[in-house]
């Protein structure tokens, strides 16, 4: 292999990952730069720019709405910055570190990721990195968004985010919100105060709408909490032959239907696959160096790969994620070995 003709630390990481390398040792045949200096350069400067909410956000399909998430990833070691233990049913190991994702969603296309961000815990927060509660990070989140004037048509959120603070700034900001609630919510129903799963049992499957695109059965709901009424959707799905129910919340008017309203979040479910693409794929949460600006530029640049992926599939449809990865990687390679093809599936500001 030849070295590079093009110095950009960035495009070199982003083919590495797109060619699922994901030690510095693997990082060095496609870059000018030693293991050891990569390693710095990476903790120096941020690669981010305020353009790129923006500049991703215009890969959206009209209509897409914000779906925002954590993602667990294992810790490489106890002596990197940033350490800290997260419980995870999920992870491996309860040591760990999270980032905060954000994608817009719509039903039928692929999401296209906005930002993926290290979540600092509070006993390693510092003036660069502050620690912020999930529903703060939400709220940066979207303000960050709007600031970037991303179009939006609503949120799509877990509870953990916040179920009234969640409400409250959604209509401050004329923003709908979606929301999954927890069957101990205690919500006014009729005049009535009762947990969320108390109402479920009034409203059994055999009471509900069935939704034959999805196999869910459905019951729409006014309700009321402090912050001010809004609609419950109690969800009946089977998992393995039994009726389960989960509850949404909604603060979308009634022109919006409750199609409208499941669709958008089994579209939220994208963001989840592609947490899934980028661990095992891009080498999200693989990154040894020691520093938080490290581990953020390392997942910038997995952000970066992954629309690399994302231009693929679009300009082949119906082409697997792997083969989608495969492609990129051919293209980004030959720019970054040879510095010919720059309409290349990469960032062009790096």
């Not at 005049?191 to 509900?208: D, H, N, V």
Request: glycine content about 6%; aromatic content about 10%.
């Amino acid at each position: 292999m030849t070295m590079p003709r093009i110095p950009s630390l960035p495009h070199s990481i982003i083919t590495a990952q797109l060619n699922r390398v994901t030690s510095l040792s693997g990082l060095v045949p496609y870059s000018t730069l030693r293991k050891s200096a990569i390693s710095k350069e990476m903790a120096r400067d941020s690669f981010a720019s305020t353009e790129d909410l923006q500049r991703r956000a215009r890969n959206a399909p009209s209509g897409a709405f914000l779906a925002i998430d954590f993602v667990m990833v294992p810790h490489a070691g106890r002596t990197m910055e940033g350490v800290n233990d997260h419980y995870s049913g999920q992870a491996q190991t309860r040591l760990g570190h999270q980032f905060t994702s954000a994608a817009l969603v719509r039903f039928g296309e692929d999401p296209v990721l906005l930002l993926e961000r290290f979540k600092v815990s509070q006993p390693l927060e510092t003036t660069c990195y502050p620690y912020r509660t999930a529903t703060q990070e939400m709220i940066h989140v979207v303000q960050d968004c709007l600031a970037a004037d991303v179009p939006m048509a609503g949120l799509l959120l877990y509870g953990e985010f916040g179920r009234d603070a969640a409400v409250t700034f959604s209509r401050e900001h004329q923003i709908p919100v979606l929301i999954r609630a927890k069957a101990n919510m205690t919500v006014q129903f009729e005049g009535e105060s009762l947990t969320l799963g108390a109402l479920s049992r009034q409203f059994p499957p055999e009471r509900c709408h069935l939704y034959a695109e999805f196999g869910w059965r459905v019951r729409r709901l006014p309700v009321a909490r402090e912050v001010g009424g809004f609609d419950v959707l109690i969800v009946w799905r089977k998992v393995h032959g039994e009726w389960t129910r989960f509850f949404l919340f909604s603060t979308f008017g009634d022109d919006v239907t409750v199609r409208s309203l499941l669709r958008a979040w089994k579209a939220r479910w994208g963001i989840e696959v592609i947490h899934r693409f980028f661990k095992q794929n891009l080498g999200l949460g693989r990154c040894h160096c020691r520093t938080i600006q490290a581990q953020e530029n390392w997942v910038w640049c997995v952000v970066e790969a992954f629309h690399a992926v994302l231009r693929v599939r679009r300009e082949v449809p119906g082409m697997t994620w792997r083969a989608a990865q495969r492609q990129a990687a051919q293209h980004a390679e030959k720019y970054v070995l040879t510095g010919m093809d720059q309409d290349v599936l990469l960032l062009k500001a790096a």
